[in-house]
T-cell receptor, first 114, second 113 residues
Framework: GENVEQHPSTLSVQEGDSAVIKCTYS??????FPWYKQELGKRPQLIID?????GEKKDQRIAVTLNKTAKHFSLHITETQPEDSAVYFC?????????????FGKGTLLTVNP | ETGVTQSPTHLIKTRGQQVTLRCSSQ?????VSWYQQALGQGPQFIFQ???????GRGNFPPRFSGLQFPNYSSELNVNALELDDSALYLC????????????FGPGTRLTVL
C-alpha cells in the first residue's frame, strides 16, 4: 500500500521567514495530494491540494509543488505569521476502485516565533 | 451549508466495553470516511461508506464496524475495546465516492482505561 514520509517533524521559524515541509510517497498511482493544518484540539483543515497533472499551485502565502518523477511534494509558506503555528499533515490519495483513501504523513509541528 | 459534525466530543470507556461514535456529513455529501488519529500521529484510514455500503477498508480488525444511514450520517462501532484504541476518531465527508477532497469533522476523543 501507499506510504507517505514527511520531514521535518518539527520546524521553528521567525515571523516573516519562509517555511518548507517535504513529503515523499511510494505509490506511483497516487494522483491527489492535499495538505491539512491542524491546530491543537481542532479538526484537520484542508489548506491546499494539488493533482498530478499540475506541478505547482499557489494560494496567497501558501504554495505546493509536486515532482511526480521523484514522488515528492512540498508545502511552502512565505511571510510566516504566529497564527501559522500548527501541525501540518501531507497526504496522498490512492484509489482502490472508487474509494479515495487518504494516507497521511506523521505531521510537522510548525512554530512561528514573534 | 453546515459542516461535518461529530458526537460525542469526548468519551471514556473501560477495556472490553463497546462504543458507538456518530458523524453527520456536510450538507450534500454522500460519502463518509473514518480515521483514527493516535497522539502525535497522522490520521489512519479505517473505512469509507458510500450510499450505505462499505466502500473500502484499512488495516483495522473486524471489531471496528460501521453503518451509514439514508440521510448519509454514519456510525463507527468498536467492540471489545483495547487500551490502544485510545485516540481521536475523525470522520470526513466527500460530495461522492469519486471525489478525493475530504472535509473533516472535529473528532471524538476516546479514552480507554
Amino acid at each position: 500500500g501507499e506510504n507517505v514520509e514527511q520531514h521535518p517533524s518539527t520546524l521553528s521559524v521567525q515571523e516573516g521567514d519562509s517555511a518548507v515541509i517535504k513529503c515523499t510517497y511510494s505509490d506511483s498511482a497516487s494522483n491527489y495530494f492535499p495538505w491539512y493544518k491542524q491546530e491543537l484540539g481542532k479538526r484537520p483543515q484542508l489548506i491546499i491540494d494539488i493533482r498530478s497533472n499540475v506541478g505547482e499551485k499557489k494560494d496567497q502565502r501558501i504554495a505546493v509543488t509536486l515532482n511526480k518523477t521523484a514522488k515528492h511534494f512540498s508545502l511552502h509558506i512565505t511571510e510566516t505569521q504566529p497564527e501559522d503555528s500548527a501541525v501540518y499533515f501531507c497526504a496522498a490519495s490512492s484509489s482502490g476502485g472508487s474509494n479515495y483513501k487518504l494516507t497521511f504523513g506523521k505531521g510537522t509541528l510548525l512554530t512561528v516565533n514573534p | 451549508e453546515t459542516g461535518v459534525t461529530q458526537s460525542p466530543t469526548h468519551l471514556i470507556k473501560t477495556r472490553g466495553q463497546q462504543v458507538t461514535l456518530r458523524c453527520s456529513s456536510q450538507s450534500g455529501h454522500n460519502t463518509v470516511s473514518w480515521y483514527q488519529q493516535a497522539l502525535g500521529q497522522g490520521p489512519q484510514f479505517i473505512f469509507q461508506y458510500y450510499r450505505e455500503e462499505e466502500n473500502g477498508r484499512g488495516n483495522f480488525p473486524p471489531r471496528f464496524s460501521g453503518l451509514q444511514f439514508p440521510n448519509y450520517s454514519s456510525e463507527l462501532n468498536v467492540n471489545a475495546l483495547e487500551l490502544d484504541d485510545s485516540a481521536l476518531y475523525l470522520c470526513a465527508s466527500s460530495p461522492d465516492s469519486s471525489t478525493d477532497t475530504q472535509y473533516f469533522g472535529p473528532g471524538t476523543r476516546l479514552t480507554v482505561l
